[in-house]
């Protein structure tokens, strides 16, 4: 399991690919007849919209099988009332490819109130109530019951966020594995294009899919107790934390003998031994290979269902076996059966990622939907994506447990190819990239100094609680990528979309300056996330005092460059960890600076994430868990959460009852009144241009946290938008940030 990857076009071709790829992966018996083929190898099922674009993970997922020599169709948000649509394209030879679409399909389809939303940003029309709850489950069973027999492997952001028992905000539960409800025959996490292309090229030679069980980033269901080899060691995690036997160190000078068991006292003659001196390398090694056979076992799923605390120690466990440079084989029961999850695949090498982008995409929606207007789509068709992964580590977002912290970049050449091909084929577009960028927009090419510190690390963050001093940020080679995309000719503004990570930016005036100078279009979103820092080391997120430092040089620089330019902060109300006084303090901050927040995201517990172990068990899984650990401070009840919103939108009318009855209650009625020092006004309703102007408008920013395109105080700021729905990975992936409503999608 340590061996380098095979490369993923390193693969013999399963069958001669034609000279000209299909224009689109066919949806239809017509569109294969057209094609020629009588049965397609591979079919993926995915509860989106079909759109031919490598931000989507079903049009990456389907040229890279077609570039391998398979025939991939695709089902595409099929009635999932009963089997007929799965029958669509008939029988696959290979397999069903079975994913929920670009985001889980709970948080695309609840709010944070768990409302049903009105709409769905990756459906025609934007038309809501098109894909079911817990898709990926409910297509699973549906394509079994099309086809009985049939091999199903799951994947999708979904599928990584509920490999294992995981507590569902929804339902307000601990819910079992997808693996056992949705009966697919394996599930591929994280990005998968390597336990993907591999799998797919052994199933066609012949082998079984219950026999594939080496492959990384996979996980499937085995009897209590299976091994895939002997001599396999296990480490029992199934209890909260606790001193354990401290192992003597061992000497890599000592002696064979030195080494073993104390000898007898009546031993009088000894043999000699040489004295065996090991490396560095030469100990990690053996490191490596003990790893490689080791097995972490967690808490069982009915253990966890009914213990917080070790739902948060497992939640922990797992964090801590996420690098793919040391992660071990992770076993939780489930009845009598358990759920095996291989350690995570390597991160795709720069080559690899230019090849993947570089498929031939037709960049538009599958012509079956008439040119009907897909949200999505309209938010990234004029985006590329130059990286993935994200070692911020925010304990409240999903990239980590979905792309990883190591960070894969695509080379310049490959970059700047794409946006000629923006620029040459995307109908309407008229000379703006409205982004390069990825989860973050500033981690570009950016990796750990040294690659043998990075496979030994287990480390949450690279940059919390400060910037590790094995972190490469250096920002000049995306400075430089920045000044070449702008030089292209058509080319005439290149935005950045993406979030910049200001803690990092603050380390390279020279970025900012850049950014400032020639790639905002008037507003910059950026995430301090909340000013106290009782919250944000829950968060594990900067002090607020990196996000001033940003804020002086970004201000400096617009100046200089002559430009009026803003900032759009983001914050979360109710995260784990937040008090009533933390909100208060907070939006005292918002008022000292003039800001007046919009649309506001209210924490979502997705699954899997650490902030969601806070919030169901109590607990701190950021540090060791036992049961007298650090206890969280939880918002749990609908009332408190609508005040903490609240607390974000002060100047909203409709917020001010609520906040005047807290403030008198908790003795702070000297912030009611209609002075500048005071939140609230004391009057009912507010006259237009008074305290309580219309929201959204502001002197500072004209809308932070939105969801929709925001509007600056008498003008439109051309070109913007919310950054693309990040994909690349096996069956659709999605940014699940900032509470569980992801970044890429346009909803906050």
Request: hydrophobic share 35%; aromatic share 8%.
């Amino acid at each position: 399991m340590t061996s380098p990857p095979k490369n993923l076009f390193s693969y013999t071709q399963k069958r001669p690919r034609p000279q000209d790829a299909a224009p689109f992966l066919p949806m239809s018996r017509a569109e294969m007849d057209a094609l020629g083929w009588d049965q397609c190898d591979v079919i993926l099922v995915t509860g989106d919209a079909y759109i031919d674009h490598p931000s989507f993970g079903m049009a990456i997922v389907g040229r890279l099988l077609e570039a391998q020599g398979f025939r991939v169709g695709i089902i595409s948000q099929p009635d999932w009332r009963s089997a007929q649509p799965f029958r669509a394209l008939g029988r696959p030879r290979l397999y069903f490819g079975v994913t929920a679409g670009n985001m889980d399909s709970m948080v695309n389809r609840y709010t944070a109130e768990r409302k049903i939303r009105s709409d769905d940003a990756y459906t025609p029309g934007g038309t809501a109530g098109k894909r079911p709850d817990r898709a990926l489950t409910v297509y699973a069973q549906r394509a079994k019951e099309a086809y009985p027999g049939v091999t199903v492997v799951a994947g999708s952001i979904e599928g990584s966020l509920r490999r294992v028992a995981h507590y569902d905000y929804w339902s307000d539960k601990v819910r079992r594995s997808v693996l056992p409800d949705s009966k697919a025959d394996i599930l591929l996490f994280g990005n998968a294009e390597r336990a993907l292309v591999e799998l797919t090229h052994r199933l066609a030679a012949g082998e079984k899919i219950d026999a594939i069980r080496d492959l990384r980033g996979t996980a499937f269901m085995v009897p209590h107790g299976w091994r895939p080899a002997e001599n396999w060691g296990e480490i029992d995690s199934t209890s909260v934390d606790k001193p354990g036997k401290v192992d003597r160190h061992i000497n890599p000078y000592a002696t064979e003998q030195q080494t073993a068991p104390c000898a007898t006292a009546s031993s009088s003659v000894q043999e000699e031994k040489p004295v065996v001196i090991q490396t560095q390398e030469e100990r990690r090694a053996a490191r490596q290979r003990q790893d490689a056979r080791t097995l972490v076992r967690l808490p069982s799923y009915e253990a966890v269902e009914s213990d917080p605390v070790l739902y948060a120690h497992a939640s922990r466990v797992l964090h801590l076996e996420s690098n793919p440079g040391n992660a071990r084989a992770l076993a939780q029961a489930h009845g009598e059966r358990d759920v095996w999850l291989n350690p995570p695949p390597f991160p795709l090498a720069m080559d690899e990622m230019d090849r993947v982008y570089g498929l031939p995409y037709a960049r538009a929606p599958h012509p079956s939907y008439n040119g009907e207007r897909i949200p999505a789509w309209e938010m990234i068709r004029f985006s590329v994506t130059i990286m993935r992964g994200c070692f911020g580590g925010c304990s409240f977002c999903s990239i980590t447990e979905h792309e990883g912290r190591i960070i894969q970049s695509r080379s310049e050449p490959s970059i700047l190819r794409e946006i000629e091909e923006v620029r040459d084929k995307t109908e309407g577009f008229t000379g703006a990239i409205s982004d390069l960028g990825g989860p973050t927009a500033n981690m570009y090419r950016m990796a750990c100094k040294d690659p043998n510190v990075q496979r030994v690390c287990r480390r949450l963050s690279c940059v919390y609680p400060g910037i590790c001093v094995n972190l490469d940020t250096d920002h000049s080679k995306l400075i430089s990528l920045y000044k070449k995309a702008r030089e292209l000719p058509g080319v005439k503004k290149i935005l950045i979309g993406s979030g910049v990570r200001y803690d990092l930016a603050v380390r390279s005036p020279e970025y900012v300056r850049e950014l400032a100078t020639h790639h905002v279009g008037g507003l910059l979103k950026i995430a301090p996330e909340h000013t106290e820092e009782r919250v944000l080391s829950k968060m594990m997120k900067p002090g607020i005092g990196a996000y001033e430092d940003f804020r002086r040089l970004f201000e400096r620089f617009s100046r200089e460059a002559g430009k009026e330019q803003y900032l759009i902060p983001y914050f979360i109300a109710a995260h784990p960890g937040t008090t009533d006084e933390d909100m208060l303090n907070l939006a005292l901050w918002l008022k000292k600076n003039d800001f007046k927040l919009d649309q506001v995201q209210t924490f979502v517990p997705t699954p899997l994430s650490l902030a969601t172990a806070m919030y169901h068990s109590g607990k701190n899984p950021l540090h060791k868990v036992d049961r007298d650990s650090e206890a969280v401070e939880t918002v749990k009840k609908g009332q408190v959460r609508r005040l903490h919103k609240a607390f974000l939108r002060y100047h909203d009318p409709e917020n001010w009852q609520i906040l005047r009855e807290w403030l008198r209650r908790n003795g702070r009625p000297d912030l009611i009144g209609n002075g500048p020092n005071h939140l609230v006004p004391a009057w009912k309703s507010a006259p237009v241009g008074s305290f309580g102007r219309s929201p959204g408008v502001s002197r500072h920013t004209p809308q932070a946290g939105a969801s929709t395109t925001p509007s600056a105080p008498g003008r439109k700021p051309a070109g913007r938008k919310q950054s693309n729905p990040q994909a690349g990975k096996f069956a659709g992936a999605s940014n699940h940030r900032k509470g569980g409503v992801p970044a890429k999608s346009g909803k906050r």
